[in-house]
């Protein structure tokens, strides 16, 4: 769905709309999307800000991406409401610094004529995830010496107390002053 600049001047546009897993690409991300993406919401023109677009709704999805500590698949959910500004791009000059304060680092940029409601849900799902992926707080990981995963077989690797590296520093003395 594109949200047109020209018809969001007129209007306020209410969207309410599924995308199936795999109409929108995660894969550079190393996610998949197990649910289709279900989205609600409205963007509107905001009056007075030469072109600012906000975009508000409502988003549930669930993602599969690879456990960060055992590999295994994970899902997570995504469901929330969310609060977007978008600026027309050609507002910031490409060349030129310029001090933001916090309020306008919430803000994004938009190219052209319009934006594209696929781009936006995605981006949102993308920064929605978390930053450590693990299938469950008490995940064990991977086994740094067999590769076996802790959570299915217990292998009875013991860890290795000191790295080795380190062996030549306990030979040096210290200097009393």
């Known amino acids: 769905m594109f949200l047109s600049i020209q018809e969001l001047e007129v209007k306020k546009v209410r ?18 999307q197990a649910t289709p993406l ?26 599969r991406a690879e456990c960060d500590r055992c ?56 920064l929605a995830m978390p930053m450590q992926r693990v299938c469950r707080q008490e995940c064990q990981g991977i086994c740094p010496s067999c590769g076996q995963n802790r959570n299915l077989v217990h292998c009875g690797c013991e860890a290795k107390p000191v790295d080795d590296r380190w062996a030549a520093l306990k030979n040096l003395q210290t200097r009393g002053t």
């Not at 791009?89 to 803000?107: F, H, K, R, T």
């Open 15 to 32: 969207f309410e709309i599924a995308f199936q897993p795999g109409e929108i690409d995660f894969s550079d991300a190393g996610l998949t």
């Open 38 to 63: 279900e989205a609600q919401g409205s963007a509107e023109l905001l009056a007075n800000t030469l072109g600012e677009v906000r975009i508000r709704g409502y988003i549930k999805v669930r993602m």
């Open 71 to 126: 590999l295994e698949p994970a899902d997570f959910p995504v469901d929330s409401n969310f609060d977007l500004f978008y600026r027309p791009a050609s507002q910031v000059a490409s060349e030129e610094d310029i001090e933001i304060d916090a309020g306008e680092s919430e803000l994004a940029f938009y190219e052209g004529e319009g934006i594209e409601l696929k781009d936006v849900l995605r981006e949102y799902v993308l």
